[in-house]
């Protein structure tokens, strides 16, 4: 076995025994990112140098018997949407070419405390807006299950690094899917946290009240490791929750026996392909052998899910990308005829055009004779939406779904049908909008061997309960074991 096929917990274990050292994990890890990286294309840019010293500091800090915790030494990567001190952030797009950040964000920052090696920076949907990972400005990645497939988005990046065994441990974001879409079509396991329990503090922004950073690993208990550091408040953060965080690893093997999982009957659309649909039920059907209690639920506003976060997602990134102006970072039009000229030029060069698209559609719902008539009805309809999450979570502990209704989709199929792409993320999205948290994990795999996956969704602040469910069914199945075919 390569120390890559390890998993996150593997090689942790392995570094605390003395197995291996930080330094052989991390050249491994660069040794395959430069056999496979050519094919799957999720890395933007590495940080050979800083990994390695990191990973120096990490073997120095064990043999003196002072780690900094389980992880250290670990080497992981992140999308770049996070910033990252003295090392290039683009969020994928032109606009922010050559901008290199003065500070981390404040999940990069926690990771580096515990001592984990960052290799790079991964691809990603430009700003984080797309389904497939096509909008980067910087080309597509490719799914290692099939490299004509798309890996999903927005974090493809993050999802095809893991699963092709180039990293142990990821960074993504979540705000419509992001996360978890990536995961189900790649075999790994995402998860989206309760909205505020890990830091916006220096992740890029696309939606700020959806956009959700979270881990994604090869295994549950490796989101659970991964989590565990990055749940922290941050006062930095107007938005971070003070909640108390848990052992997310302490209950994790604890079973799904005398839990209730609700099956919300809205979640099995028509079009899903019927060997997801069919992977879905066998996992519902083990669930009940392993003790839980299927209990159908209705979440009768979920047909609205999509309208509302495609006029509130657009409407918010309107605001948020106001800022890039060609003035302060990144790129800057030249050979222009005054300042307005200027932005006008930054904006159209900088920019791609899912980008461009989500802007207009969200200046329109916000322009003046539209706000209430969009907009404002909109944040109504998030509002009933929640509420039919709160009462589900009346009868249930959890809900269980399909993460997406198809598998992973030819890179180009859907590109040039926006709403097409968009109807991806039908299964993801009403959870960013309730902002609760989310778990995608494997769960079998079509004939033509494209991985399928299972969404489980919970109560705030209930990471742990999902992720003793997730565990519950991943023990059962060697999903998370077959490696990708790349």
């Not at 996360?179 to 989206?192: D, S």
């Not at 979920?302 to 990308?321: D, G, M, Q, R, V």
């Not at 926006?418 to 991806?424: G, I, N, R, T």
Request: proline share 7%; aromatic share 8%; glycine share 10%.
């Amino acid at each position: 076995m390569q120390l890559t096929d390890l998993t996150l917990l593997e090689l942790a274990s392995k570094l605390a025994s003395g197995e291996t050292t930080s330094v052989e994990a991390t050249r491994a890890c660069l040794a395959r990112i430069a056999q496979v990286d050519g094919k799957v294309k999720a890395f933007l840019r590495l940080d050979e140098h800083g990994a390695l010293a990191a990973a120096e500091a990490s073997d120095a800090r064990r043999k003196n018997g002072n780690p900094l915790g389980p992880l250290d030494g670990v080497p992981v990567a992140v999308k770049d949407i996070f910033l990252t001190e003295g090392v290039e952030t683009t969020c994928a797009s032109r606009v922010l070419e050559g901008f290199v950040p003065p500070y981390d964000a404040t999940a990069v920052r926690l990771l580096k405390e515990a001592g984990t090696p960052i290799l790079g920076k991964l691809n990603q949907d430009e700003f984080a807006m797309g389904s497939s990972n096509e909008s980067s400005a910087y080309g597509p990645c490719h799914n290692p299950w099939d490299v004509t497939r798309t890996p999903g988005g927005s974090s493809g990046g993050s999802a095809a690094a893991l699963a092709a065994r180039e990293v142990f441990g990821t960074l993504g974001t979540d705000t419509g899917g992001s996360i978890r879409q990536p995961a189900a079509f790649t075999n790994t396991v995402g998860i989206k946290p309760t909205y505020g329990r890990v830091s916006r503090y220096g992740v890029i922004a696309y939606a700020s009240s959806l956009d959700a950073p979270g881990p994604m690993a090869r295994t549950v208990g490796d989101v659970a490791a991964l989590l565990q550091v990055l749940a922290r408040h941050d006062p930095r953060d107007s938005t971070s929750a003070p909640a108390d965080v848990p052992d997310y690893l302490a209950d994790l093997e604890h079973g799904v026996a005398g839990l209730k999982l609700g099956v919300p009957r809205e979640y099995f659309v028509e079009g899903m392909d019927p060997e997801v649909e069919a992977s879905v039920r066998e996992a519902l059907k083990a669930y009940e052998r392993l003790g839980a209690t299927l209990v159908d639920v209705s979440l009768p506003h979920t047909k609205y899910a999509l309208a509302t976060y495609y006029l509130l997602a657009p409407a918010e990134a309107s605001s948020n990308l106001a800022r890039y102006d060609g003035v302060r970072y990144g790129r800057r039009a030249r050979e222009v005829k005054g300042l307005r000229d200027m932005y006008g030029e930054t904006r159209d060069q900088g920019f791609g055009p899912e980008v461009k698209r989500r802007i207009m559609l969200g200046t329109y719902a916000l322009s003046a004779g539209y706000y209430d008539a969009y907009y404002l009805r909109a944040q109504k309809v998030r509002t009933l939406i929640r509420e039919d999450f709160t009462k589900a979570f009346t009868q249930v502990d959890a809900l269980v779904t399909p993460t997406s209704p198809v598998p992973a989709f030819k890179l180009g199929e859907k590109v040039n049908d926006p709403l097409s792409m968009y109807l991806m993320d039908v299964c993801t999205l009403p959870c960013n909008l309730a902002g609760l948290p989310g778990v995608s994990l494997p769960c079998g795999f079509t004939k033509a061997g494209l991985p399928i996956g299972l969404q489980l969704m919970g109560r705030p602040f209930d990471e742990a309960k999902l992720l003793r469910i997730a565990r519950a069914f991943e023990r059962e199945h060697d999903y998370v074991r077959r490696p990708a075919p790349i």
